[in-house]
């Protein structure tokens, strides 16, 4: 009666990292959604915590820092991994939105998206000019596909990340708060789902093939 030995009890492991989809789901999108709700819910009127008065996008980014460090939390209690790329936000947004908190300057908070973006823009394009497919060790799971198709997604996506981070200050720099709010919750995750549904042509052709299929013939 040795069936749950070393190996039944590695896979009992690594079946419990393997959350419903709904509720990664919830940890992606929750404090996002969350930010967006106290911010409109308090647009208009400064809140008073604390003997200062704080505008409301400041306010919903005092909110916005611990509901992301804790949805990063489960997710890594759940999967028992983060990517590069949720650990460099989790990093980021506490440095900005908290210089933002601090100084009672949302200035910094609209920043950190370009800061974002030009650093993945940057660490794709180093990639790609190195030939180092970075992008393909992150994600080969998810899209297997062969070596020039994930070169080819990686500029795609260096040129993308770099686009937001334009479009960003173009929009905060010109336009209201609140309008800046709307193009950060909505906005860039919507460029950046049509971005992936337009590369479908690219997955499907430098698909790898399946196991089967070699199989077959």
Do not use: C
């Not at 896979?11 to 419903?20: G, N, T, V």
């Not at 306010?59 to 209690?77: D, E, H, S």
């Not at 823009?121 to 297997?144: D, H, I």
């Not at 596909?145 to 200050?169: H, I, P, Q, Y």
């Amino acid at each position: 009666m040795q069936q749950n030995g070393p190996v039944g009890r590695n896979k009992d492991r690594d079946a419990m990292k393997e959350p419903k989809a709904w509720v990664l789901q919830v940890l992606e999108w929750g404090p996002l959604l969350l930010f967006f709700a106290v911010f409109m819910l308090n647009r208009g009127s400064d809140v008073a915590l604390w003997g200062q008065a704080y505008t409301p996008l400041v306010f919903a980014t005092l909110i916005f820092i611990p509901a992301l460090a804790l949805a990063t939390l489960i997710r890594w209690r759940l999967t028992g991994k983060l990517s590069p790329m949720q650990i460099a936000t989790l990093v980021l947004v506490a440095v900005f939105g908290g210089l933002s908190v601090w100084l009672n300057d949302p200035r910094f908070f609209k920043i950190k998206p370009t800061i974002i973006y030009l650093l993945f823009a940057g660490l794709l394009g180093f990639s790609y000019a190195t030939g180092r497919n970075w992008l393909q060790a992150v994600l080969s799971e998810a899209l297997p596909m062969d070596a020039e198709g994930w070169r080819k997604l990686t500029l795609r996506m260096a040129l993308l990340f770099l686009g937001l981070a334009v479009a960003n200050e173009i929009v905060w720099r010109s336009m209201s708060e609140t309008a800046w709010v709307y193009f950060k919750t909505f906005g860039m995750p919507l460029v950046i789902f049509v971005f992936l549904l337009g590369n479908a042509g690219l997955y499907r052709a430098h698909a790898l093939p399946e196991p089967g299929d070699k199989a077959g013939g």
